[in-house]
């Protein structure tokens, strides 16, 4: 398995230069009203580095990660994704939209649009790509997570298996250089859990750049370079998925551990 | 009972046939037996039922078809003939058809609206049928090109050979028919406009939203009117004239905007903020998101609430005639003052005749926004 190896490498070589950083969270902070959600987070992201972010319910995982693509803003700290500073500057957030995909976990698809014009439909307008060549390059996507035959329905015909791997493939026809995903598989069905996760895998070794909130240990064994786990707004403990399972450090860690690992 | 008697192991080698349902529970029969006649009460009830509506319809076809006068010059075609009465009185209609239809539009120009109508019923109807082809350039047409052309052919342009004919001859159906479909070309997009911006995060559009849509919601439409017709002039500078029929149009619209800004509020609120999310996480702006993802959803929730306005919209445009406009209902009512015509069923005959116009257009966009809801439905599942 040598793609299993391959971005670690490039981890470390990448630490070398903070050009090669895909996402820096410094000091961010954010409150809901005076709930304090995000307290003092400080995050460097490489480029290619896959890391899963697990915690207790209400720790503020979804938060964190929203805040990389803006859909929530923090009150203070620096977040820089891509090069590109996030600020009040709409031109900015746009830019940085573009960049970064996102799935959730409600799949959020387009009801009123096929499943073909769910993944056109931002390649056409915000890349202003001509229709034809956004067909095309959803039809790729559709193959990668293996489901072209389902273009032409209805997301309230598919799956939930089938509509979440609809709406990867909606972010990747943006060709983003940033994957969030929050919670893909916790509104699934067993048996529907896997065939997502085998899409996440396989992206995960194509080389994209991956933040996964997940439980899924499993998945965080198999791909992660890094796992973060969060409670209470803050990031309580970050190691390579190896170090944190077999040897966690902080007493809350192991506490959480044994809980979800029975 | 004991085990033994129980049967637990069973195979069958032949299969059966279907079998009819048992005798009159389905069809028109048994919907009856069901419904009309279960039981003796139930039965006493669809007697007098049927009785009672025996009497309307009879009496109705008797008043507008059997008895009814279709010739005549005046009004000696419609007096009581050997001491008895006639019913609806159609000569006076067929004279004043023409009033009616137009107003005061001269004879020699009818054929302007005329053509008007024929391009309008050329354009709408393709646009309303959804597979029909061309949709983009169909509504460009409709609403960039059309509305010129009904101000060319209507008001007039001498330098194309057309003679101005002046607002205050319009009249009649026409007239209804121009506040209507202004009333309903204006007051969708304005009502969307507002309903957004009573969502806005931005206080002062929220604000200013708020405050048009309370304005006009809390005010009848009948005082607008006459605001509009008396006060307005007022505050207006003495060269400034607005023409007579384009004030309570644009009240008309306004007053209508403010409900259907409400109407579609309601469809925004009802979609759930993944769709929001997601628009955005995709890089949409603020509004490719609300023309591409969220209004489209909205306004198919709300289509029986848009058509409704639209109905509601269409009858508001007879209190026009209070403040002195002959539309449709003004110019059937200054008829009726008519000494020529003065004959005891010309006012029911007349009113009749309202009603039934009335009543056709209002129904035709009803029954369309039904059949839009069920093709939107099949369209794609859920
Ligand atoms: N819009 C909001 N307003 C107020 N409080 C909020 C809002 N969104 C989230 N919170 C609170 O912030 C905290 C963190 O929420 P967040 O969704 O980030 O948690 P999470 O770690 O993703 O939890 P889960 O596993 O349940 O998804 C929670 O206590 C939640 O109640
Ligand atoms: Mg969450």
């Known amino acids: 398995m040598t793609t299993q190896n391959a971005p670690r490498e490039i981890v470390e070589d990448a630490a070398a230069s903070a050009g090669d950083l895909a996402v820096q969270m410094i000091e961010v902070n954010k409150w809901y009203g005076d709930f304090h959600v995000l307290r003092d987070i400080n995050l460097e992201v490489f480029r290619r580095e896959r890391i899963v972010i697990c915690g207790p319910s209400g720790s503020g995982k979804s938060t964190l990660i929203r805040c990389i693509n803006r859909l929530e803003e923090h009150q203070s700290g620096r977040i820089i994704v891509d090069g590109v500073e996030l600020t009040e500057d709409v031109k900015k957030i746009e830019e940085i939209r573009r960049e970064v995909g996102m799935v959730f976990q409600h799949f959020n698809l387009f009801p009123h649009l096929t499943v073909l014009e769910n993944c056109t439909l931002a390649p056409i307008w915000v890349k202003r790509m001509p229709k034809k060549e956004a067909e095309e390059i959803a039809m790729h996507f559709l193959e990668k997570v293996r489901i072209p035959e389902q273009a032409h329905k209805y997301p309230g015909q598919l799956s939930g298996g089938q509509q979440q791997r609809v709406a990867i493939a909606r972010s990747l026809c943006m060709k983003p250089q940033i994957m969030l995903f929050d919670e893909p598989t916790s509104a699934l069905d067993p048996e529907m859990i896997k065939e997502v996760l085998d899409v996440m895998v396989e992206l995960a070794e194509s080389g994209m750049t991956m933040l996964v909130v997940t439980h899924e240990m499993g998945f965080a064994r198999q791909v992660a370079d890094r796992v973060i786990f969060m409670d209470q707004g803050q990031i309580v403990e970050m190691n390579t998925p190896d170090e944190f399972f077999s040897n966690p450090k902080s007493e809350r860690t192991k506490l959480f551990l044994s809980q979800i690992l029975h | ?298 306004l198919k929730l709300v289509i029986p609430g848009i058509v409704n306005t639209f109905i509601g919209l269409f009858k508001d445009t007879s209190l026009v005639s209070i403040i002195g406009l002959f539309d449709l209902l003004g110019i059937v009512q200054s008829a009726l003052s008519d000494p020529k015509w003065s004959t005891p069923t010309t006012a029911a005959t007349a009113y009749l005749f309202l009603a039934l116009t009335y009543w056709l257009f209002c129904f035709g966009m009803s029954r369309y926004s039904i059949f839009m809801e069920r093709y939107l439905h099949t369209g794609h599942k859920r």
């Open chain 2, 1 to 298: 009972m004991t085990t033994e008697t129980r049967r637990i192991v069973f195979y069958r080698d032949e299969m059966l046939p279907p079998k009819p349902p048992p005798p009159a529970t389905t069809g028109v029969i048994g919907w009856m037996r069901r419904n009309l006649f279960s039981d003796w009460w139930n039965t006493l009830l669809t007697f007098i039922g049927l009785y009672i509506i025996w009497l309307i319809v009879s009496w109705l076809v008797d008043f507008a078809i059997l008895s009814a006068v279709f010739t005549g010059e005046d009004r000696n075609a419609c007096l009581p003939k050997n001491g008895v009465e006639v019913g609806a009185c159609w000569a006076f209609v067929n004279a004043r058809f023409n009033q009616f239809m137009d107003g005061f539009y001269p004879t020699d120009q009818e054929w302007r609206y005329l053509l008007l109508y024929a391009v309008g019923i050329v354009l709408l109807v393709p646009l309303l049928i959804p597979k029909a082809p061309y949709k983009g350039l169909n509504a460009l047409l409709l609403f960039g090109a059309y509305p010129l052309l009904a101000y060319l052919l209507l008001y007039g342009a001498p330098s194309l050979g057309l003679p101005v004919v002046e607002t205050t001859q319009w009249g009649g159906l026409l007239l209804t028919l121009v506040i209507a479909s202004v009333g309903i070309v204006i007051s969708l997009p304005l009502g969307i406009l507002f309903a957004l911006g009573r969502r806005s995060e931005l206080p002062v559009i929220r604000f200013l939203s708020i405050v048009f849509i309370e304005f006009w919601r809390g005010v009848p439409l009948i005082t607008v009117l006459f605001m509009s017709s008396v006060m307005l002039p007022l505050f207006l500078p003495e060269d400034v004239t607005l023409d007579k029929v384009i004030r309570p149009l644009v009240g008309v619209a306004l007053f209508a905007a403010a409900y259907m800004a409400e109407v579609v509020r309601g469809g925004l609120q009802a979609i759930p903020k993944g769709q929001y999310e997601a628009a955005q996480a995709l890089g949409l702006t603020y509004w490719r998101m609300m023309g591409l993802i969220i209004l489209p959803q909205a």
